[in-house]
């Protein structure tokens, strides 16, 4: 049983099963209000989808407003809508597309990935900060942003602190360059294709990377997404990776069985991902059911973003601004290598 799992069972005592089950329910009616009045509101403006909204109305209740206890146990299954969430989106990432890219396109999506984690690590390093806060922000900056951090924050057992320092700075800088990246595309001369690379490969999160190709043009949003999707594709192995990487350290000294230990920290729900991109692959599902599929990994975030931002308290963020200077290093970092490669490459 988790750190987490443990709260949420001793947050209840004295109650049954049928109690407990409904001590859920306030949390969760929150996480769906909450979540659905992110997605109204997205539709009033254009190129954002709910995810920022989700977040920011959720951030701004909890921080406002001290939440009844009794909402806590519904909230913190965010976790687990996640974890369902991940599994349902592999239905959006058949390999076909993903290869689309080509060669070239795969070789720029793992070098930006490899860069946005060394380049985290090193700034966290030298700014005084810990290491797993540092490979949290290169998660984020590296593959799919708020998804991704949250999915490596239990792989390698990071504190809340360090996840809330982590999505505030991507949700902050994903929401800037959704703004600016497509005014400094039209600055360069970039074409479509070149735009759609650079959206795609730098621009944090997925709805943020989509909705800035196609502010440039459509076409430059079909590239963003295919790249985009590309980044995702590679987070089960990134995870994975971290994963086995912290489980090491130390790992002699805390257990006997080190096989034991390792498949306890893996991020099990990353092979439902990876098994439903494969079955889509492969034409398993016909395309309602794809559909569907992919209908309900939307819902599912919803209900998972709306729990981020109820989570986000800032009286928890003890680093300062150091987190953020960081995040901003990382994200200089890679919007300028990655557009020098482009360059090269186009």
Not at 37 to 64: Q, R
Request: proline share 3%.
């Amino acid at each position: 049983m988790s750190v987490r799992e443990m709260i949420i069972t001793r947050s209840s005592p004295g109650l049954g099963k049928p109690g407990r089950y409904l001590a859920y329910l306030p949390g969760l009616a929150l996480l769906a209000l909450v979540g659905y009045a992110g997605k109204v509101a997205a539709n009033y403006v254009p190129h954002m989808e709910y995810v920022l909204f989700a977040i920011a109305f959720g951030m701004a209740i909890t921080n406002a407003i001290p939440l009844p206890r009794v909402f806590n146990v519904g909230i913190r299954t965010y976790e687990l809508w996640l974890k369902i969430g991940i599994v349902f989106l592999g239905s959006r990432l058949a390999w076909q597309n993903v290869m689309s890219i080509g060669a070239t396109g795969l070789c720029l999506v793992v070098v930006e990935i490899l860069i946005s984690i060394l380049v985290a690590r090193y700034l966290a390093a030298r700014a005084g900060l810990s290491e797993k806060l540092g490979s949290l922000i290169g998660v984020g900056v590296g593959i799919c942003g708020v998804s991704a951090i949250i999915g490596a924050t239990g792989a390698i057992d990071a504190r809340e602190e360090d996840a809330s320092y982590a999505i505030a700075t991507i949700l902050i800088f994903g929401a800037f360059m959704v703004f600016l990246y497509p005014f400094l595309g039209h600055l360069l001369g970039l074409d479509a294709t070149a735009f759609g690379y650079w959206a795609g490969l730098s621009v944090d999160n997925t709805a943020e990377a989509v909705a800035t190709g196609f502010a440039f043009s459509e076409a430059a949003g079909q590239v963003a997404t295919v790249v985009k999707m590309s980044r995702n594709a590679l987070m089960g192995f990134v995870i994975l990776g971290f994963a086995l990487h912290y489980a090491r350290q130390g790992v002699a000294k805390e257990v006997e069985n080190k096989a034991l230990f390792v498949w306890q920290r893996f991020p099990k729900f990353l092979l439902g991902f990876l098994a439903i991109s494969l079955l889509v692959s492969l034409g398993f599902f016909a395309p309602a059911q794809v559909k569907v599929l992919s209908n309900l990994s939307k819902w599912f975030f919803l209900l998972t973003f709306a729990g981020v931002g109820l989570s986000l308290r800032f009286d928890r963020m003890k680093a300062g601004f150091k987190p953020f200077l960081v995040g901003l290093g990382v994200e200089t970092a890679v919007a300028t290598i990655t557009l020098l490669m482009i360059l090269l490459v186009f």
